[in-house]
């Protein structure tokens, strides 16, 4: 068909020109004939206007309109849909009625309802619903539901209240309106771990958390994690939950992470179930983070939705930065941060530097479903940090509250958000709005000066060309700024500079010495930091002293990545950094956490974008070479101290995922990486032999992988745990990402062949595809193996599920940083994607993209 030539644009939008007031499901459940009935209260808000609804399919065996069916001569059906002529319409509020088939067993894509291990579940947003029945699947079309479902499974659950329930059939009534693509679904033989939370108001909510048996034992967790939510949700944002029950289901089959369903929330089994023997502390954190955010949706989202799939960085944006919050509240916020930071770079200016670099809101795309990205979440929520910035907490807090009231029950957009900001702050947002629809990083190079006690910082600001956008203005950039003595004390309070020119200088008068600057505290906005090379900062003084933790674990990296860069071009380690990490391991115990995050060093795929933005062409095996030298040369200088750190860290007692005893932990394990690069992996054999919990238990895996000695120790925990699905996913990705480069494409080919290895669940194939494609210097082989590898599995995955795998077709989008020779390699196997015959809208988007 002609579908992959068709573009949406956000200057098209135009309202639907009717209103739905009610509709009415009902599904008759069956794994290859599902008959769903729907009828829809719609009210003509345009005279004469046809009637288009969307569907795929769906097999249609009635519409009728107020009771009468209509003749085939009055509606045009289509592969993406189907229009109901104006003449077959009346003039008034009318119910249309429609009866379809569909067939959840051999829907693979899992879009729509599908079914996972024998259970029913939904997954609709974004475009998903149109695969249930004929709707108009809009996000601005919002209605009330009340849904039945008949079925043999025991537990029959959808969104809402439940009004009726008897064996075989429920009856749910949501009196929320809501769009389509918050709609949900299930029926399974499934378990409940429950609770019970009593709002502000002194509303009772039922909590339960559903699982299919024998999971019931690890959801203790992911509950308590919920209850938490509800209650910051109230103090920090006044924000009340609106229903008589709270349900969230964990679902082994999953395209993303979880799923906001109204009332019905639908998780990737694996941000749910958690045991200290199973989970990490990540884990945790992430299972936590994760709960927080589809909660924090009901009213950043569901409530207040977005107007169309161009504004979805408004619901997500918005929410990643409270779950963020929500996150540095409940555990070290200065952690959270750096952790935060670290992940947008990883992801987000990785994307912003190639060819899919798009604006957090897009003004046009083919597939909605390529753009759930790094920029639209990621740099989504620094907006709403750089905005809260400007506005003070307080001028933040007033502005959600104007939000709320002005638009609950609403379809937004990105200029409704600003409005708020702009009415209760007075402030003029227009310039500052270049964030949402512009794309790329913004380069800040600062230089200074002193003279008479007069300190000018001077910032210009520039943003590269995008594909599709040219030169751009320039931003409105929140720049925290401190200055130190030169003993390290503060010499001001931290101070928000608003840059809005592309050159501007900033004065500080009055100082009796020249200060040392820390700029861009807190990574106060989303830039990439450069320094005048005749002025550089004094980063090894910045590390021991800056009173930012942000700044000093900044200062940190800069050392790192500025000596691993010389070493991979044939220098030797920086006797200031390999000094300076001695200091830091000294006193490491008084802060485990951000101690550990500064002893690990950059990735090899951020040692290559740096190389990159240097002017630089990367060598994978260099850069490898390189980190393993610096990780030695550190073990080497301070082994007993590290040695005596990795004793001091160990956590006595029950295994706990709290924060304090978490961070001891990952410092130890820091401690531990190091040191196996000059004990042959013999710590790590011993900590895994030992372990009770899976963070020591994985860590010390990965580490006797790495050392070369791993083979028992692989095949001692795939015999223990090859009974859970969750931790063989583990297995699977860590001996790729932690193996030897030159060992990770076999190792990989012959992974492909275990029996374990099921392709066709997505957490499985991401664990061993993501687990290759993380082994930098393993995926870019220069004989292209790797490349040829990666992209014949995602060709093979696609007919079956190709919103995975074009998600994970962005392994090629860095493409433009390396050598002639990968740079052919890499683009040939993109062409080779991009013209396979049949391939999904979905990679056809994304390999067109790559390719420029
Ligand atoms: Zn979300």
Same mark, same amino acid.
């Given at each position: 068909?002609?579908?992959?030539?068709?573009?949406?644009?956000?200057?098209?939008?135009?309202?639907?020109?009717?209103?739905?007031?009610?509709?009415?499901?009902?599904?008759?459940?069956?794994?290859?004939?599902?008959?769903?009935?729907?009828?829809?209260?719609?009210?003509?808000?345009?005279?004469?206007?046809?009637?288009?609804?969307?569907?795929?399919?769906?097999?249609?065996?009635?519409?009728?309109?107020?009771?009468?069916?209509?003749?085939?001569?009055?509606?045009?059906?289509?592969?993406?849909?189907?229009?109901?002529?104006?003449?077959?319409?009346?003039?008034?509020?009318?119910?249309?009625?429609?009866?379809?088939?569909?067939?959840?067993?051999?829907?693979?894509?899992?879009?729509?309802?599908?079914?996972?291990?024998?259970?029913?579940?939904?997954?609709?947003?974004?475009?998903?619903?149109?695969?249930?029945?004929?709707?108009?699947?809009?996000?601005?079309v919002?209605?009330?539901?009340?849904v039945?479902?008949?079925?043999?499974?025991?537990?029959?659950?959808?969104?809402?209240?439940?009004?009726?329930?008897?064996?075989?059939?429920?009856?749910?009534?949501?009196p929320?309106?809501?769009?389509?693509?918050?709609?949900?679904?299930?029926?399974?033989?499934?378990?409940?771990?429950?609770?019970?939370?009593?709002?502000?108001?002194?509303?009772?909510?039922?909590?339960?958390?559903?699982?299919?048996k024998?999971?019931?034992?690890?959801?203790?967790?992911?509950?308590?994690?919920?209850?938490?939510?509800?209650?910051?949700?109230?103090?920090?944002y006044?924000?009340?939950?609106?229903?008589?029950?709270?349900?969230?289901?964990?679902?082994?089959?999953?395209?993303?992470g979880?799923?906001?369903?109204?009332?019905?929330?639908?998780?990737?089994?694996?941000?749910?179930?958690?045991?200290?023997?199973?989970?990490?502390?990540?884990?945790?954190?992430?299972?936590?983070?994760?709960?927080?955010?589809?909660?924090?949706?009901?009213?950043?989202?569901?409530?207040?939705?977005?107007?169309?799939w161009?504004?979805?960085?408004?619901?997500?944006?918005?929410?990643?930065?409270?779950?963020?919050?929500?996150?540095?509240?409940?555990?070290?916020?200065?952690?959270?941060?750096?952790?935060?930071?670290s992940a947008?770079?990883?992801?987000?200016?990785?994307?912003?530097?190639?060819?899919?670099?798009?604006?957090?809101?897009?003004?046009?795309?083919?597939?909605?479903n390529?753009?759930?990205?790094?920029?639209?979440?990621?740099?989504?929520?620094?907006?709403?940090?750089?905005?809260?910035?400007?506005?003070?907490?307080?001028?933040?807090?007033?502005?959600?509250?104007?939000?709320?009231?002005?638009?609950?029950?609403?379809?937004?957009?990105?200029?409704?958000?600003?409005?708020?900001?702009?009415?209760?702050?007075?402030?003029?947002?227009?310039?500052?709005?270049?964030?949402?629809?512009?794309?790329?990083?913004?380069?800040?190079?600062?230089?200074?000066?002193?003279?008479?006690?007069?300190?000018?910082?001077?910032?210009?600001?520039k943003?590269?060309?995008?594909?599709?956008?040219?030169?751009?203005?320039?931003? @409105?950039?929140?720049?925290?700024?401190?200055?130190?003595?030169?003993?390290?004390?503060?010499?001001?309070?931290?101070?928000?500079?608003?840059?809005?020119?592309?050159?501007?200088?900033f004065?500080?008068?009055?100082?009796?010495?020249?200060?040392?600057?820390?700029?861009?505290?807190?990574?106060?906005?989303?830039?990439?930091?450069?320094?005048?090379?005749?002025?550089?900062?004094?980063?090894?003084?910045?590390?021991? @002293?800056?009173?930012?933790?942000?700044n000093?674990?900044?200062?940190?990296?800069?050392?790192?990545?500025?000596?691993?860069?010389?070493?991979?071009?044939?220098?030797?380690?920086?006797?200031?950094?390999?000094?300076?990490?001695?200091?830091?391991?000294?006193?490491?115990?008084?802060?485990?956490?951000?101690?550990?995050?500064?002893?690990?060093?950059?990735?090899?795929?951020?040692?290559?974008?740096?190389?990159?933005?240097?002017?630089?062409?990367?060598?994978?095996?260099?850069?490898?070479?390189?980190?393993?030298?610096?990780?030695?040369?550190?073990?080497?200088?301070?082994?007993?101290?590290?040695?005596?750190?990795?004793?001091?860290?160990?956590?006595?007692?029950?295994?706990?995922?709290?924060?304090?005893?978490?961070?001891?932990?990952?410092?130890?394990?820091?401690?531990?990486?190091?040191?196996?690069?000059?004990?042959?992996?013999?710590?790590?054999?011993?900590?895994?032999?030992?372990?009770?919990?899976?963070?020591?238990?994985l860590?010390?895996?990965?580490?006797?992988?790495?050392?070369?000695?791993?083979?028992?120790?692989?095949?001692?925990?795939?015999?223990?745990?090859?009974?859970?699905?969750?931790?063989?996913?583990k297995?699977?990705?860590?001996?790729?990402t932690?193996?030897?480069?030159?060992?990770?494409?076999s190792?990989?080919?012959?992974?492909?062949?275990?029996?374990?290895?099921?392709?066709?669940?997505?957490?499985?194939?991401r *664990?061993?595809?993501?687990?290759?494609?993380?082994?930098?210097?393993?995926?870019?082989?220069?004989?292209?193996?790797?490349?040829?590898?990666?992209?014949?599995?995602?060709?093979?995955?696609?007919?079956?599920?190709?919103?995975?795998?074009?998600?994970?077709?962005?392994?090629?989008?860095?493409?433009?940083?390396?050598?002639?020779?990968?740079?052919?390699?890499?683009?040939?196997?993109?062409?080779?994607?991009?013209?396979?015959?049949?391939? *999904?809208?979905?990679?056809?988007?994304? *390999?067109?993209?790559?390719?420029?």
């Amino acid at each position: 068909m002609t579908q992959n030539t068709l573009t949406k644009r956000l200057s098209d939008y135009q309202p639907y020109p009717f209103e739905l007031e009610m509709v009415r499901l009902d599904f008759r459940l069956d794994p290859d004939a599902t008959q769903v009935r729907a009828r829809m209260a719609m009210r003509p808000l345009r005279a004469a206007s046809a009637l288009e609804l969307d569907g795929e399919g769906l097999v249609l065996r009635k519409i009728a309109v107020d009771g009468r069916v209509l003749a085939a001569s009055e509606y045009t059906q289509s592969d993406t849909g189907l229009v109901i002529h104006a003449a077959a319409l009346p003039a008034q509020t009318f119910t249309l009625e429609t009866e379809v088939e569909i067939a959840p067993a051999a829907n693979t894509a899992l879009e729509g309802l599908y079914m996972s291990n024998g259970m029913y579940c939904t997954q609709c947003e974004a475009e998903g619903f149109r695969k249930i029945t004929y709707y108009p699947d809009r996000p601005d079309v919002m209605a009330r539901f009340h849904v039945t479902v008949a079925g043999d499974a025991p537990v029959l659950l959808s969104n809402g209240n439940p009004v009726a329930q008897e064996t075989g059939r429920a009856e749910w009534v949501d009196p929320w309106p809501k769009p389509a693509y918050l709609f949900a679904l299930v029926a399974g033989d499934l378990v409940a771990h429950s609770g019970s939370f009593t709002t502000m108001s002194g509303r009772e909510v039922a909590l339960n958390i559903w699982v299919r048996k024998g999971d019931e034992t690890r959801c203790a967790f992911a509950l308590e994690a919920l209850k938490r939510s509800m209650t910051w949700d109230e103090q920090v944002y006044g924000r009340e939950y609106d229903l008589d029950i709270f349900n969230i289901v964990a679902v082994d089959d999953f395209n993303m992470g979880a799923m906001e369903n109204k009332g019905l929330n639908i998780f990737n089994s694996k941000w749910v179930l958690a045991s200290p023997e199973t989970a990490t502390d990540s884990d945790y954190e992430r299972i936590e983070g994760i709960i927080a955010h589809e909660y924090f949706h009901n009213w950043t989202g569901n409530r207040i939705t977005c107007r169309d799939w161009f504004q979805l960085c408004l619901k997500e944006g918005l929410t990643v930065y409270r779950d963020q919050s929500f996150t540095a509240d409940m555990r070290l916020g200065p952690v959270k941060r750096i952790e935060d930071v670290s992940a947008l770079r990883a992801r987000q200016f990785r994307e912003d530097r190639g060819p899919l670099s798009h604006p957090p809101r897009p003004d046009h795309y083919k597939e909605i479903n390529n753009f759930y990205t790094a920029t639209v979440y990621e740099k989504g929520a620094e907006i709403v940090g750089m905005l809260r910035q400007l506005v003070g907490p307080q001028g933040y807090r007033d502005a959600l509250d104007l939000y709320f009231e002005r638009h609950d029950g609403q379809a937004c957009t990105i200029e409704d958000w600003l409005k708020v900001f702009e009415d209760s702050s007075g402030r003029d947002l227009r310039q500052f709005k270049h964030w949402y629809t512009d794309a790329g990083t913004p380069r800040l190079q600062v230089s200074d000066d002193f003279k008479d006690g007069t300190y000018t910082l001077e910032f210009t600001q520039k943003t590269d060309q995008t594909p599709g956008q040219g030169d751009k203005p320039a931003r @409105h950039i929140p720049i925290a700024v401190g200055l130190l003595s030169d003993t390290g004390a503060d010499l001001i309070e931290t101070k928000i500079l608003e840059m809005t020119e592309p050159r501007q200088s900033f004065v500080f008068e009055g100082l009796s010495q020249r200060p040392v600057p820390s700029i861009l505290r807190g990574f106060s906005a989303p830039v990439v930091l450069e320094f005048d090379t005749g002025h550089p900062p004094d980063s090894a003084f910045l590390l021991a @002293h800056d009173s930012d933790p942000f700044n000093r674990w900044e200062a940190g990296r800069r050392l790192a990545l500025q000596t691993v860069v010389a070493m991979a071009q044939g220098g030797a380690a920086d006797p200031s950094y390999v000094a300076a990490i001695g200091a830091l391991i000294k006193d490491g115990a008084a802060d485990p956490a951000f101690c550990a995050l500064c002893l690990a060093l950059p990735s090899e795929d951020q040692i290559a974008q740096a190389l990159h933005e240097a002017g630089k062409s990367p060598d994978p095996v260099a850069i490898h070479r390189a980190r393993e030298a610096l990780a030695t040369a550190l073990a080497n200088a301070h082994e007993d101290a590290l040695s005596a750190l990795y004793d001091a860290m160990a956590v006595s007692g029950p295994y706990r995922p709290d924060p304090e005893p978490a961070g001891q932990r990952s410092l130890r394990l820091a401690a531990l990486a190091l040191l196996r690069r000059i004990d042959g992996g013999a710590r790590a054999q011993a900590l895994f032999d030992a372990a009770d919990n899976m963070t020591e238990s994985l860590a010390a895996l990965g580490q006797v992988v790495a050392a070369g000695v791993g083979e028992a120790a692989l095949a001692t925990f795939r015999d223990r745990w090859q009974g859970d699905r969750l931790v063989m996913d583990k297995w699977f990705a860590i001996q790729l990402t932690a193996s030897a480069p030159d060992q990770a494409l076999s190792r990989a080919e012959k992974l492909v062949q275990d029996p374990l290895f099921d392709w066709k669940n997505p957490n499985r194939f991401r *664990s061993l595809m993501s687990g290759f494609a993380a082994n930098h210097a393993g995926f870019h082989r220069v004989d292209g193996a790797g490349y040829r590898f990666y992209a014949d599995w995602l060709l093979r995955l696609d007919p079956l599920n190709p919103q995975v795998a074009a998600r994970m077709s962005t392994a090629f989008e860095t493409w433009a940083r390396y050598d002639l020779t990968r740079q052919s390699l890499m683009r040939a196997e993109l062409a080779r994607i991009a013209q396979t015959e049949g391939l *999904s809208r979905d990679l056809s988007e994304m *390999s067109a993209r790559m390719l420029g």
